[in-house]
Nanobody, 123 residues
Framework: QVQLVQSGGGLVKTGESLRLSCTGS????????MGWFRQFPGKEREFVAG????????DYTDSVKGRFTISRDRAKNAVYQKMNNLEREDTAAYYC????????????????WGEGTQVTVCS
């Protein structure tokens, strides 16, 4: 298990940027693949971006490609998501997640979640 603490998020206008941060704690947290999900009201959480423990694989959902960038700092056990050119459709609660396998992460089949942070984009 790994404990995940998020920061970032907030209210911005369309076209602006935000950065989300997530730090993992626990003896083996650096071994986990990590990523971001988002949840729209009334919908299930959906995969946004993920990065492997050593950073050799990165994946994004199609709607954020070219606008969002995921990165991680292994020394800090942290993962980041820089979100550029935000759109109203990006408004959602964003969750950090961690899993031992990338496929498990992408599928959201993990019990390791951050507390969530709201991102609101207004015109």
């Amino acid at each position: 298990q790994v404990q995940l603490v998020q920061s970032g998020g907030g209210l911005v206008k369309t076209g602006e940027s935000l950065r989300l941060s997530c730090t993992g704690s626990g003896r083996t947290s650096s071994l986990y693949d990590m990523g971001w999900f988002r949840q729209f009201p009334g919908k299930e959480r959906e995969f946004v971006a993920g990065i492997t423990a050593i950073g050799d694989r990165i994946d994004y959902t199609d709607s954020v490609k070219g606008r969002f960038t995921i990165s991680r700092d292994r020394a800090k056990n942290a993962v980041y998501q820089k979100m550029n050119n935000l759109e109203r459709e990006d408004t959602a609660a964003y969750y950090c997640a961690a899993a031992m396998l990338f496929g498990t992460l992408q599928g959201g089949r993990t019990s390791n979640w951050g507390e969530g942070t709201q991102v609101t984009v207004c015109s």
